[in-house]
């Protein structure tokens, strides 16, 4: 079958409607929950935990997502899950207990994980093939404008009216957002419903390390950002030094876009994994000096903006087009699941070995995350071939 042309304006429609869904979803707590708390009576973790239970979801979703988008199209899927997360916030001004309010998350969670990034970038993979690793880049440009534009919005509304109706107005974003995506193709594509039956030994091992290795920089990257504020208080610097971590996100992103196809996804792997533990030896120093407190914060900002990328567009290099979403749908459980922990586990960890043992763990993982890098970037495909060119099998 043809590769369809990728239309022109689909990087900024696709842009917006990941932007809109990740500020009225994984950052609208960081906004609502104390008008939330103070209302209802609930404390911060009971509110938290509706976002832990939605990417609990996530990852229970997960192995559905490519038989969905082959029984409906990227489009319908998206734009279903972008209503489910409308749904969501919507529901959750009318409930008054704590089991209604999580069980708006459930719903919200099955959204989230059909619409965004994940699901978003297996359409474009399997609708538009190699070119659509531009767009990706692009999107998640986008996308990670999501804290700087819904955390600014979401104070301003709460001056001015109550939490619901401020969440309703969410909501209505999220129908805007549904809107958005109509430029992408809801072609259906067979070849997703099912994973290939003969997986080559390269595939099955890249398969296992790189299920891995988003495994470990989901805990590390979900678990800092989640507890960025404690660090930045813990080194003395203003509160206003979490805006650099938002201008590294964004600067790096621009910046990948700008090498094009000089920078491919191999070496952006390789340079992410092993700028990780220098820019936590860097994070270390802040306690003795302010400004590599202030550096940490603005470099891993821009690594957590790459690590997207990576994730995204690695299974390119490693699989065919064709297998991408089952692959994915599959590999990205477990980095789902430590995503989902970090925020309990680096809490734990601050409060029993401070936040200094705490850097010192994550920098561990890091070294760990270089190694796997290492192991997928430096074992070339070509080792598990035959000498005329034929993938061998480990599938009897």
């Known amino acids: 079958m043809e590769t369809p042309a990728l239309p022109r304006r689909l990087a900024l429609t696709a842009g917006c409607n990941q932007l809109i869904n990740w500020g009225i979803s994984f950052y609208m707590p960081g906004t609502f929950a104390t008008a939330i708390a103070a209302d209802r009576g609930w404390s911060s973790p009971q509110i938290y935990l509706g976002l832990t239970l939605a990417m609990l979801v996530m990852a229970m979703v997960s192995p559905f997502v490519a038989r969905l988008l082959a029984s409906f199209g990227g489009r319908r899927v998206v734009m279903s899950g972008t209503l489910l997360i409308a749904a969501g916030c919507a529901g959750m001004t009318l409930i008054d207990s704590l089991s209604g309010w999580y069980g708006c998350w459930l719903l919200a969670g099955i959204g989230m994980r059909l619409s965004l990034y994940d699901a978003l970038f297996a359409s474009l993979v399997n609708l538009y093939g190699q070119q659509a690793r531009r767009t990706i880049s692009r999107v998640t440009l986008a996308g990670g404008l999501a804290s700087a534009v819904f955390w600014p919005l979401g104070n301003a509304l709460l001056g001015i009216m109550r939490w619901q109706n401020a969440l309703l107005i969410y909501a209505l974003f999220g129908l805007l957002s549904a809107a958005l995506i109509y430029p992408l193709s809801s072609q259906r594509i067979s070849s997703l419903a099912k994973t290939p039956a003969r997986i080559s030994r390269y595939e099955r091992r890249s398969g296992w390390l790189y299920a891995a290795f988003i495994a470990l920089i989901a805990f590390v990257s979900n678990g800092t950002s989640t507890h960025l504020p404690e660090f930045i208080a813990s080194a003395g610097l203003p509160v206003a030094a979490g805006m650099l971590w938002g201008i590294g996100q964004t600067g790096a992103r621009s ?75 599959w590999l990205l459980i477990p980095g789902q699941l430590t995503a989902a922990a970090s925020p309990f586990a680096c809490a734990w960890l601050n409060k029993t070995l401070g936040i200094t043992g705490a850097m010192w763990v994550s920098l561990g993982l890091t070294l760990v995350i270089a190694g796997l890098a290492m192991g997928l970037v430096c074992h070339p495909r070509a080792r598990y071939e035959k000498p005329g060119g034929t993938v061998v099998s480990s599938v009897k």
């Open 255 to 329: 910046m990948e876009v700008l090498a094009g196809a000089r920078l491919t996804p191999l070496r952006l792997t390789i340079f992410t994994a092993l700028a990780m533990p220098l820019c936590f030896l860097l994070g270390l120093s802040g306690s003795q000096f302010a400004w590599c407190a202030a550096g940490f914060v603005l470099g891993f900002g821009a690594i957590n903006g790459l690590v997207t990328i990576v994730k995204a567009t690695l299974p390119l290099e490693l699989f065919s087009t064709e297998s991408y979403a089952s692959r994915t749908g």
